[in-house]
């Protein structure tokens, strides 16, 4: 897989994120490099193997509809860089999305 | 009516509508669903994607979700799994979105529509379980947006059409057929100001008579099933008058504007959105069998259309009274229960559709909470098929029940001097009293204007003070005057 600018400008706009043009350079080194890396999993044939999806045969895994309130509003935002009394806050954004 | 331009072209329509459950705990963890409450008050470590927390599934989303399929007329998947959508968005704790990818837990269905008296099929594309996202506010703060996670997690489930819709009538009857479904159904309240069922429009305009597609766009953020008419309407006219102007119809997402009926584009889909799905395989896959979806349609309540078959068939009313009494739920069980009581259908429905229904609407509210049951109008109904009360009697009656739902509809009605007279001596006292006022009228009467008997009715009903049963008093009138 090519690592170009155009692919290190969609991975960053997905991820939200900026980078400098010295940072891009650093990244598309290490984005060649994780990518050979990976591409040597290509030497195995995997013609008459399922993808593996889950790590043991469990089906039917669910809950009933029961409420269960394990932790307080006060618990949930604690771990937020930002917040009030009541809400998360997030750096301003109106953008709309699907 | 003159053809305009717009009369070359049709519209090509499919929905997308997401529908909130009525579940009571979210789709993959046990935070409450609850309208309503405090910003962040019903969130779970799952809710937060805490690092080491597993979602797990709510059982009763599938069993909502199969009724929903098998109301649609649609296969039901036998081997679902779940897969992540990511986007990174403030109110999607995860960066992931679990919802259905491959193999969507209901496909293939169909639902009827009816625009100006057609009937028309409009086909299902499929249906699938996920989550919602929380809820943004930019309002409140001047310099940051402001995330609630309470509706995070919430359980939904998305039912997509086929472009099989053509116009925005048609658009208009589809929603409301669903929605009406959804309520018979008890999975979702279809509530589209509150949010809990939302639509997204999928519009493009071709020629009529071409069967290739025009350039799409996606039309969101409508609040009501009228909205969604008006969008569309818009929209079309848009589109056509890029085309006939010479311009290209861009592949969009565009916002409504309920101000004034016209869209706005939200962003390009050039830079299309890249979600990466792939298989969750923090969920394991659920497996429904034919003996669990035969076990979910045991237990559904009847559906409009078979309400409609049965109101007009075994019941013989009209298809116009059918539709009213099954227009919704509650209104098509009040009238069940009634005639549960009442062989007389077509009084019961003239009940229901009349002096209740506009009792509800005069006092806007709804029929559960209407004080009188199917008993107080089964009373009132026996009192007139009995002849005791009249049917303009049977009205005051109604009206006094009201008041007093507590007295039994024949006390009411003695209390009332409702009771008609059908005492022969008493009504033959009346009638000579009546003849006696008009000796001229009599000699009219037996000279052979045979139409003079309506004033001798109207006064014995004056003097009897509306209670002399107009049946035999018809007839004792006729004996006296012929003898």
């Known amino acids: 897989m090519v690592v170009d600018d155009k692919l290190i400008s969609h991975l960053a706009e997905l991820a939200k994120l900026e980078f400098s043009d010295t940072e891009r350079v650093e990244i598309k080194k290490d984005l060649e490099k994780i990518f050979s890396f990976m591409e040597q999993l290509n030497a195995v044939n995997t013609d008459n193997v399922a993808p593996l999806i889950y790590v043991n045969d469990d089906v039917d895994v669910v809950r009933e509809d029961i409420v269960d309130h394990p932790i307080t509003k006060e618990e949930a935002l604690s771990n937020a860089p930002i917040h009030d009394s009541d809400y998360i806050k997030v750096p301003k954004f109106v953008t709309h999305r699907s | 009516m003159e053809l305009t331009v717009y009369d070359k072209y049709e519209a090509v329509i499919g929905l997308e509508v997401h529908a909130q459950l009525l579940t009571k705990s979210k789709i993959y963890s046990a935070d409450s669903t609850e309208y309503g409450a405090s910003p962040n008050t019903q969130i779970s470590a ?26 649609l007329n649609c296969k039901i998947t036998e081997v679902n799994e779940f897969a992540r959508k990511h986007y990174f968005y403030a109110d999607l704790p995860k960066g992931y979105q679990i919802t259905q990818d491959k193999t969507p837990i209901c496909t293939q269905g169909h639902i009827e529509i009816e625009v100006a008296g057609k009937k028309n099929n409009i086909g299902i594309t499929r ?20 995330v609630d996670l309470n ?87 848009r589109q056509i008058d890029l ?12 916002g409504f504007n309920p101000a004034d009926g016209s869209t706005a584009a939200l962003r390009s889909k050039e830079l299309a959105n890249d979600y990466r799905y792939f298989p969750e395989p923090d969920l394991p896959p659920v497996i429904v069998k034919q003996k669990r979806v035969d076990s979910v349609k045991s237990l559904m309540p009847p559906l409009p259309s078979e309400l409609v078959e049965k109101f007009t068939s075994e019941l013989e009313l009209s298809a116009y009274d059918a539709g009213v009494l099954t227009d919704e739920k509650d209104i098509a069980l009040y009238y069940l229960d009634l005639i549960s009581k009442t062989k007389n259908y ?136 012929n003898s």
């Open chain 2, 151 to 237: 509706r995070a997690g919430m359980p939904l489930i998305e039912i997509v059409s086929e472009p099989d819709i053509r116009s925005s009538d048609e658009a208009y009857s589809y929603l409301t057929e669903l929605r009406k479904l959804l309520r018979y159904l008890d999975v979702c309240d279809g509530n589209m100001e509150e949010g809990s069922m939302r639509c997204d429009a999928n519009i493009s305009v071709r020629l009529k008579g071409s069967t290739t597609f025009g350039t799409r766009v996606e039309v969101k953020n409508m609040n009501s099933i009228r909205n969604v008419k008006r969008a569309i309407d818009g929209e079309f006219k």
């Open chain 2, 346 to 481: 077509k009084a019961a429905a003239n009940w229901i559709m009349g002096e209740v229904k506009s009792y509800l609407n005069q006092n806007a509210i709804e029929i559960k909470d209407f004080i009188l049951t199917p008993n107080h109008i089964f009373s009132i109904i026996e009192l007139v098929d009995k002849g005791i009360v009249s049917s303009s009697g049977a009205k005051r009656l109604f009206e006094a029940m009201i008041e007093q739902p507590t007295v039994s509809a024949s006390d009411l009605a003695a209390q009332l001097n409702l009771v008609q007279n059908s005492d022969t001596d008493q009504l033959k006292s009346w009638a000579e009293a009546a003849l006696q006022k008009y000796p001229e009228k009599v000699l009219e009467y037996q000279g052979g204007k045979k139409g003079i008997l309506g004033l001798f009715m109207g006064e014995v009903m004056k003097i009897s003070g509306g209670q002399a049963d107009p049946k035999s008093t018809n007839k004792i009138l006729q004996e006296l005057l």
């Open chain 2, 46 to 71: 799952i809710t937060l994607a805490m690092p080491g927390t597993l979602p797990k599934l709510n059982n009763e989303v599938i069993d909502m979700a199969i009724k929903v399929g098998l109301a």
């Open chain 2, 243 to 254: 085309i006939e102007s010479g311009q290209e119809v861009l592949q969009q997402t565009r």
């Open chain 2, 127 to 146: 249906i699938h379980m996920e989550e919602d996202a929380g809820k943004n506010n930019h309002e409140l703060d001047p310099f940051f947006s402001l």
